[in-house]
């Protein structure tokens, strides 16, 4: 029996986890769940999975919350603020942490977790965008480990020699697989004039608005990029991205004696949540069978880097001193969410991002403070220019 913290329990993943985990009530005991603001959905969860804490974000909401749940009977503990969520991340009765908030406000309980020694299951790839480095110090300190959730890099890591120690020696280079989002063959011309609901509309997967968005500009490959590299110890040369609208292939590792090893499925965020509570086992997921019958053919082509020049600044972020990663993210993050608010067009948030990062002054963010200010003054920054172009 594993006991495990759902972070961001009623986002897409933290949904998806839950369903993985109703499959197993013999395995796994749900220690605490948390969310930001959504507190009928984490009612109802804690009414079904009976966690010792729920944390919530907003401290009257949490009281309300703690009156609904006694009122049904259930012994759960409400708890808010941001330290709650470290808590409930680092807490000693806990063997696996769920980091799936949305954005760099996942990074202190992702590192509480990793300090703790738990099994970390990022599905968070801000965290790692942010601060690898240290994010990867700390799993080595607490002697922890770290299995992402992201599709491609579950499918690399599926996908690797199991022995660590051959990573290097055996690999040519790794290669991410992309839908191409909604905007795959929309005229780039035309993309200045879209809309937050057309940007969220992915073809393949059905996610959170904010990687919905990232997707749409192929930012969220950049970011995958960056996880890729701090995840897998590869160079960035060593990181290649294909796009496969049927997202059926999910990544794959090329060998120096010309094999592919690649891992494919339904695109499904149930089939990595389910390897990463499991590994290095395997259970049962509830995502449908893979029927290549019916899907009939695969296909592959290039990015275009005209209609996707985001992707573009990882590969430059990497080259950059460390904090340029974070500058990118909090750049991103700001930018999204000022586009989703119908701010500021779907364009505009390349522009921003490109700006930041060429304006980016990062030579000395090694530690957790540096970082921290960077992203807050990279915040304020994309925010200026937000104003700048708001519609
Ligand atoms: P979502 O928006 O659906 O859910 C986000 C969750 O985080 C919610 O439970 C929300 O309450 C919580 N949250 C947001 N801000 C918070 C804060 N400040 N403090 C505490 N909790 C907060 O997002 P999602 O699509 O589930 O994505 C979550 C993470 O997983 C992201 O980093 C995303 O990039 C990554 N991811 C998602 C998918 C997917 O299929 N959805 C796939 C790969 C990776
Ligand atoms: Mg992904």
């Not at 603020?81 to 769920?98: K, N, Q, W, Y």
């Not at 086992?281 to 069978?289: D, F, N, Q």
């Not at 880097?305 to 460390?322: H, I, S, T, Y």
Request: charged share 20%; net charge negative.
């Amino acid at each position: 029996m594993k006991t495990i913290t759902v972070l961001g329990s009623t986002g897409s993943i933290g949904t998806n986890t839950l369903s993985v985990l109703a499959l197993h009530p013999e395995r796994f005991r749900v220690f605490a769940l948390a969310a930001h603001s959504n507190a009928d959905k984490l009612l109802a969860q804690c009414l079904a999975f009976h966690p010792v804490y729920a944390v919530l974000g907003d401290a009257p909401a949490a009281r309300d919350l703690q009156q609904r749940l006694r009122a049904a009977g259930c012994a759960t503990e409400v708890l808010s603020g941001p330290r709650a969520l470290e808590d409930v991340a680092s807490a000693p009765e806990v063997d696996l942490v769920m980091a799936a908030i949305v954005g760099a406000a996942g990074l202190a309980a992702s590192l509480a977790a990793a300090r703790s020694g738990k099994r970390l299951l990022l599905a968070n790839k801000e965290s790692l965008v942010v601060a690898g480095d240290l994010l990867l110090t700390a799993l080595e300190q607490g002697g922890g480990d770290l299995i992402p959730i992201d599709s491609e890099h579950s499918a690399i890591l599926q996908s690797l020699p199991a022995d660590r120690s051959r990573w290097q020696a055996d690999v040519r280079n790794i290669v991410l697989t992309a839908s191409g989002g909604p905007f795959r063959q929309r005229d780039p011309q035309s993309l200045h004039a879209v809309t937050p609901q057309e940007a969220c509309a992915h073809p393949n997967w059905s996610m959170g608005a904010k990687i919905s968005v990232d997707s749409a500009t192929m930012m969220n490959k950049a970011l995958e990029v960056i996880e890729a590299h701090y995840l897998f110890g590869m160079r960035p040369e060593q990181i290649e991205v294909l796009i496969h609208p049927q997202s059926i292939v999910h990544s794959m590792v090329n060998y120096l004696d010309g094999s592919v090893l690649a891992q494919l499925g339904q695109p499904d965020m149930r089939t990595p949540i389910a390897y990463g509570l499991s590994y290095p086992e395997r259970i049962a997921s509830g995502a449908p069978w893979l029927d290549l019958a019916r899907i009939g053919r695969l296909d592959f082509e290039q990015p275009d880097a005209q209609r996707f020049p985001g992707l573009a600044l990882a590969f430059d972020a990497l080259r950059m001193p460390v904090g340029a990663c974070a500058v990118l993210n909090a750049s991103n993050e700001v930018a999204v969410d000022a586009f989703l608010r119908q701010r500021i067009r779907f364009t505009d948030i390349h522009r921003i991002n490109a700006d930041l990062l060429a304006s980016a002054e990062c030579a000395q963010c090694d530690s957790l403070d540096a970082l921290a200010e960077l992203d807050t003054q990279t915040r304020l920054q994309a925010q200026q220019r937000v104003v700048q172009l708001s519609v």
